[in-house]
């Protein structure tokens, strides 16, 4: 299954979804996107630069840092795993993939989405994408 087919799969299965996009946060390149809304595809363009910012950035590795000296994250991954952001009229999903932690799979939906069953949703898609890398 290509990473775009896998993709779409995904944005059918989370609620007002409307673009995703596979992010290699080393390169910062795009390496599969899937759109519903024309208008989300100009967001894509810039979701590889926010991934890397969201998951890298000096204050996030500083934040994790400090959760890692206070006992507060024993897992053995780097990093935060997941991150939401509303951001005007939109939810987006960054999930970092287990199997390569330096990809991230985004998922933009609606702010109208139901929060906890698009993070449920694209939580179990996770694997399904990772996979089709």
Avoid: W
């Avoid at 967001?43 to 840092?65: I, K, S, Y």
């Avoid at 390569?100 to 996770?126: D, M, Q, R, W």
């Amino acid at each position: 299954m290509s990473i775009q087919v896998a993709l779409t799969a995904a944005m059918e299965t989370i609620p007002d979804c409307v673009a995703a996009g596979y992010v290699d946060m080393e390169t910062g390149m795009l390496l599969g996107t899937s759109v519903k809304d024309p208008d989300a595809s100009d967001v894509l363009d810039t979701l590889a630069l926010a991934a890397a910012n969201l998951f890298q950035g000096r204050g996030v590795v500083a934040f994790e840092t400090m959760l890692r000296e206070a006992g507060g994250d024993a897992s053995e991954t780097p990093g935060f795993g997941e991150i939401a952001v509303f951001s005007g009229d939109r939810l987006i999903i960054f999930q970092r993939t287990g199997e390569y932690p330096e990809h991230v799979v985004c998922y933009i939906c609606s702010n109208s989405a139901n929060v906890g069953l698009a993070l449920t949703k694209s939580h179990l898609s996770l694997g399904p994408v990772a996979a089709a890398v």
